[in-house]
């Protein structure tokens, strides 16, 4: 039997800053279900292994999940 995949938003990702003000540096932008757009976390950092380590470490999971609920906003 085929397994089924798991419904919901994609995970959270880090891309290259579109802001001239801020060029060089990455951002984390996080799918919630109901937005066309995903949020973006209001941080910058220097390289993407650094937004990925956010995204992967304990003050990253806590405020993803914190955006997902719809506190974060």
Request: net charge positive.
């Given at each position: 039997m085929a397994m089924k995949k798991k419904k919901g938003p994609p995970p959270a990702y880090a891309e290259a800053t579109k802001d001239?003000?801020?060029?060089?540096?990455?951002?984390?932008?996080?799918?919630?279900?109901?937005?066309?757009r995903p949020h973006r976390v209001?941080?910058?950092?220097?390289?993407?292994?650094a937004a990925e380590a956010w995204i992967y470490g304990p003050e990253g999971e806590e405020k993803i999940a914190e955006i997902r609920r719809g506190e974060g906003a």
């Open positions: 001239a003000r801020f060029a060089g540096t990455f951002e984390v932008f996080v799918p919630v279900e109901g937005r066309v209001p941080m910058q950092f220097a390289s993407k292994q």
